[in-house]
């Protein structure tokens, strides 16, 4: 009798609610192959161990940006807020710091296994905010110039040789360009073509969208405006009505696929993350291509090039912070890191794992690896209304682009846009 009394009692300790695994739910952004590491991820860590149950779902932009926009704050809100999220940028944690929807993570991370140290330091960077860490690194990404050697050939140009500084990058798109009769058959180059964002110039340009002594947004901050004067002489250059038809005879711009204008030959030098490489190889395989640091004006040097990434964070709310951050610390593991970037043309933000991805080889790699290893990357600054920023500042660039403003006014408008729709709560 004793002994069965002591089976059914260990039976129904065994089967007991209480003993049951932990949830921990994640967002992760995007489908295609940078949604299926995550799940995949998820299916590995919960057979390594036996504590927590990792649930991945897929939320368009992580309910941040995209069609599920505002679904996270709803989420924080509600308190029903995943886990933790992955987002496909850094440009929104310092707003959603502000805000109180992110947990800080400065007490959590030791205990989770997690160290700053272990990261590039410029992808570090940019998960700080206010003395506090708010985010963990999930991928890298840098921004180079790609340009098709077969083109440099046609026009003359020695395609060992790309452009090093802004003089030469303009010259160089000049021979590039082709015209049949007044359309343009082959653009050279456009500053905004692909990832040539305002964000991106302003920093090859010397200048910061934070302010300094206000520590507010600056739209009209030297940089920028001379970012964007200098676009405006393609404007000039070329036409803005026979760059806008051209343009809009190209479709998406920004799109990687069989149909993206470096690819068909349209282009001949455009700014691109190094994650452009493995679209190239899926849909370009012959293209004949060249990478290079993104060109500065003549006289700067460092830093050259642009870094973005995609963050992990943790909302506040979360059930269970501490186990979502060990879920995240066994996804950083250097081996690891090294084999998903592998897998979508990214770069491990861990300072170890570079070197040990597969695709170490490429020359894009070679070169992203270069720039990220040598302090020579930049990334956006800690603005809380980053995101209305980019917003600003694109209506601002565009603007220009169009031939409907000039860079001054552009820019001035835009900041006003900025500070009025903060007066107003928005």
Known sequence: MKRRALLTLTLAALSSPALAKDTITIWYPWGDADGQTILDAAAEYNKAQDNVTVKAILVSGAGIQGTSQGKFLTAVASGQAPDAVLYWGQDVLPGLANLGALTPLNDLLSKAGLKGSSFNPTAWKAMQFGGQTYGIPEMSNVMMLYYNKDLFKAAGLDPNKPPKTIEELDAYAGQLTVRKGKDIDVLGFAPWIAQGTAALWTGAFGGNLLNADTRKSDLTNAGTLKALQWQATYVKKYGAEDLNRFQ?????????????????????????????????????????????????????????????????????????????????AWFSDATRSAAVADKVFNISPVRSGPALQKTAGEPVMKLAAELLSKGRTYTLPPLVDLLAVNNELSSAFQTVQLGKADARTALDTAQKNLVKAAAQGR
């Open 248 to 328: 809009g005879s190209l479709g998406n711009l920004t799109a990687s696929s069989g149909n993206d204008p470096f690819i068909a030959g349209k282009i001949a030098m455009e700014v691109n993350g190094q994650w452009h490489a493995g679209f190239i190889k899926r849909y370009g395989p012959k293209l004949n291509y060249g990478v290079a640091p993104v060109p500065m004006p003549k006289g700067r040097t460092f830093p050259n090039s642009f870094t973005v990434g995609n963050t992990w964070m943790v909302p506040k709310g979360s059930k269970n912070p501490l186990e979502a951050l060990k879920f995240i």
